[in-house]
């Protein structure tokens, strides 16, 4: 799967924008889901990456190096599980429903939203 891939390569401090992205998509998709009732105790590990992952970014525009410390890739291997977990646990037409609601979301909060130049 794309996330186990671009988390091993941050883990290694190899990762690229679009490593980065894809945990972030799925975090942003997982939050989603558990504010929605799928899966809410996702919520702490969520927290947990996003924290993370901000500060991932930040590095990355201070030295051009993508990577993650040690409680951000736990976070971050177990959002992907909870992630599998929640998606699993529901239709495929409400799981289409809850990616459309993520990107009106993200699209509506432009302000809150972490872009990487």
């Not at 702490?44 to 409680?71: F, S, V, W």
């Amino acid at each position: 799967m794309l996330e186990y891939s671009a988390l091993e390569a941050m883990a290694k401090g190899k990762g690229t924008i679009h490593d980065w992205r894809v945990l972030v998509d799925v975090l942003n998709l997982s939050e989603m889901m558990g504010k929605g009732g799928v899966g809410p105790e996702v919520l702490p590990y969520c927290e947990k990456a996003q924290e993370g992952l901000h500060k991932a970014a930040i590095r990355y525009q201070e030295t051009l190096n993508m990577g993650l410390d040690g409680q951000t890739i736990q976070a971050c291997r177990d959002l992907i599980q909870f992630a599998d977990l929640q998606q699993g646990s529901i239709a495929r037409s409400e799981f289409e429903r809850y990616i459309q609601k993520t990107k009106d979301y993200i699209r509506s909060h432009g302000d809150k939203v972490v872009e990487i130049e």
